[in-house]
């Protein structure tokens, strides 16, 4: 191996701790694809500055709990250990995490009430709901529409997602912006365009800038694609043999 894999070997243990197992591997069959790889690394993650490190860390190991390898998240525990952040505010981004994807659920009222539902039973839903929504409307600027759907299905359904989601959606830790970037980056690696509208809004209204959006994505954009990568070591380590 030449002095690339030197370069990025040092650079890696400074800045990580260890060379990455995916790295190593691609530099033993492909020098150009380990580059790109560590280079992808920097570009999309490690080397963005608008959103702090923290943030980013938390948003690499979040989007891989939501979408795995459970090896990915490990490897963005480690570096948030390594980078000092506490337990709570890892808690945080997990139950932010959570969050994220049981709103997903709601996707499935349109076949819901479309089924059971009828016209007459959707407005006596609604009524029932009347209060709940004008107060989720005060708070948030907005009623997404699946609360909508669900307020049209069931009481108790929209009673126990906004008490979910107040809770897990309070941190004991981080700031509401970094909790609100947190379940952006799930909702956008699991294509929920309904919580991306709904917590993009948030973490704006919570101080947000559009450059601190482009690391939200940047980032995300290399954890989704970056399972290829991590599913792909024991491929990786086969070919090498």
Not at 70 to 82: C, D, G, N, P, V
Request: hydrophobic share 40%; aromatic share 6%.
């Amino acid at each position: 191996m030449g002095n690339n894999y030197e370069e990025v070997k040092k650079f890696a243990e400074q800045s990580l701790g260890e060379m990455p197992q995916v790295i190593e591997l691609l530099f033993k069959l492909d020098e150009g694809a380990a580059m790109e790889q560590f280079n992808q690394n920097n570009l999309l993650y490690l080397g963005r500055t608008s959103l702090s490190l923290k943030t980013r860390v938390l948003i690499a190991m979040s989007v891989a709990l939501a979408n795995g390898p459970k090896e990915s998240a490990m490897i963005h525990f480690k570096l948030a250990k390594r980078f000092g952040i506490e337990h709570a505010e890892i808690l945080d981004a997990i139950r932010a995490t959570k969050m994220a994807l049981m709103s997903s659920t709601l996707d499935s009222l349109d076949q819901l009430l479309e089924t059971y539902v009828s016209n007459e039973d959707r407005e006596a839903e609604m009524h029932k709901t009347q209060l709940l929504l004008e107060n989720l409307k005060g708070e948030a600027g907005l009623i997404p529409d699946r609360v909508l759907k669900a307020s049209q299905f069931s009481e108790e359904l929209v009673k126990e997602h906004l008490r979910e989601k107040k809770a897990m959606l309070k941190p004991s830790k981080l700031s509401q912006k970094e909790v609100y970037a947190v379940a952006l980056a799930v909702s956008i690696s699991i294509k929920d365009k309904d919580c991306q509208a709904v917590y993009l809004s948030q973490f704006k209204k919570t101080g947000g800038t559009r450059q601190e959006a482009e690391d939200i994505l940047t980032t995300t954009r290399f954890l989704v694609g970056n399972r290829a990568s991590v599913n792909g070591i024991d491929i990786l380590r086969n070919m090498t043999k």
